[in-house]
């Protein structure tokens, strides 16, 4: 049940774009988009509920295609600070667990 | 915003003993929380689900005599590693939501080093 990442592992220059994707095998009732640097806690960025559904602050997005069931997180003129590993986790009801998948590294360098 | 508190944030511990950790949901009830398990870089795998005045719900291969969790009240749920080895040395980190729908909350974690 664990959704797949891709890709594993980016490295960016600042300003440049990057697209994390995350598929599942099943049907997902949500889907969660996190942001973990080393030796912290994952830090909440988005989730999406509903197929078919974008949601977007600053310039990271994301969107849900329900019935392909797989999300896209963007990430636009990439920050220093949007370095980190990238975690989607899906949900398969309301009120169950998140399964996380296996992240993407990401790097911005200058 | 709503808080989720883990504590210790590191301990070491003797090969043998037991370690507690504790999780608590600071400003809002929470019946229901998540413990993962991540080692180095790997993602945050599930271990179990902690239901409040009820037994929790163990993944696959998680050893419940292990890893016994309490969740005691609304707002406190403890995972104690029993006979902790060395490979059970990770990052565990609990989560709770604060409502249906909404983004889930997670401790600070729990270095947890067993020599």
């Known amino acids: 049940q664990q959704p797949v990442q891709s890709p594993q592992a980016v490295i960016l220059r600042e300003g440049e774009d990057a697209v994390i994707n995350c598929s599942s095998s099943?049907?997902?009732?949500?889907v969660h988009w996190y942001r973990q640097k080393h030796g912290e806690a994952p830090v909440f960025l988005m989730i999406?509920?509903?197929?078919?559904e974008q949601k977007g602050h600053d310039k990271i997005s994301a969107s849900f295609n329900e019935k392909k069931q797989q999300s896209s997180l963007y990430l636009t003129a990439s920050q220093l600070s949007y370095s980190g590993t990238y975690f989607c986790?899906?949900?398969?009801?309301?009120?169950?667990?998140?399964?996380f998948g296996k992240g993407t590294s990401l790097l911005v360098t200058p | 915003g709503a808080v989720v508190s883990q504590h210790p944030s590191r301990v070491i511990c003797k090969s043998g003993t037991s370690v507690k950790i504790e999780c608590r949901s600071l400003?809002?009830?929470?019946?229901?929380m998540f413990w993962y398990r991540q080692f180095p870089k790997q993602s945050l795998m599930l271990m179990a689900t902690s239901n409040e005045g009820s037994k929790a719900t163990y993944e696959q291969g998680v050893e419940k005599d292990k890893f016994l969790i309490n969740h005691a009240s609304l707002t406190l749920s403890t995972l104690t590693v029993t006979s902790a080895h060395p490979e059970d040395s990770s990052f565990y980190i609990c989560?709770?939501?604060?409502?249906?729908?909404?983004?889930?909350?997670f401790g600070q974690g729990t270095r947890l080093t067993v020599v």
């Open positions: 986790g899906t949900e398969m009801n309301s009120g169950y667990a998140l399964n």
């Open positions: 400003d809002f009830q929470a019946t229901t």
């Open positions: 999406l509920l509903k197929g078919g």
């Open positions: 099943k049907a997902l009732y949500s």
């Open positions: 989560s709770a939501t604060k409502l249906k729908n909404t983004e889930a909350f």
